[in-house]
């Protein structure tokens, strides 16, 4: 600042939001880093600015899954399915850790909420066509009979 403008009072009077740091831009380039940890860091701050933030849920849930913070994701995407019941991005995820912990029911109803209400997108196909695979293969191996156990 040059001794003028403070004679003169200081720095401009700017907008305090338009100075703000993207945290979630911030967040997308530590996650391309692999910095996943930096990056759940400015996930938070930017919830802290916008708390319902669904892009930022979803985000973070990644991350979490990515850290091996499994109930940390589970948390974070039942937040954005409270948020938006058809969010079929958070259902999907939330889907395949269910079906990692074991909880087959509980993956088999957010895989059939991914199909309800199937995202749009360049990639939307490739999520759609995996989630009816997943589901076919469970509804498959749940109508196979148990083979005979040998005594």
Do not use: C
């Amino acid at each position: 600042m040059s001794w003028l403008s403070r004679l003169l009072g200081g720095r401009p009077k700017t907008d305090a939001k338009a100075q703000r740091l993207d945290y979630l831009n911030e967040a997308l380039v530590l996650e391309r880093q692999g910095d996943y940890d930096a990056a759940l860091t400015s996930y938070r701050l930017a919830l802290r600015d916008n708390p319902n933030d669904l892009r930022v849920l979803q985000n973070m849930a990644i991350a979490f899954s990515r850290t091996g913070r499994q109930d940390e994701a589970v948390r974070a995407y039942r937040k954005a399915i409270e948020l938006d019941p058809m969010l079929a991005g958070a259902h999907y995820g939330l889907a395949f850790l269910l079906l990692k912990r074991g909880d087959v029911n509980g993956g088999v109803k957010h895989l059939q909420a991914v199909l309800a209400h199937p995202p749009t997108g360049e990639d939307a196909n490739r999520w759609v066509t995996h989630a009816k695979a997943t589901l076919e293969q469970i509804t498959s191996q749940a109508e196979q009979p148990e083979p005979p156990q040998e005594s």
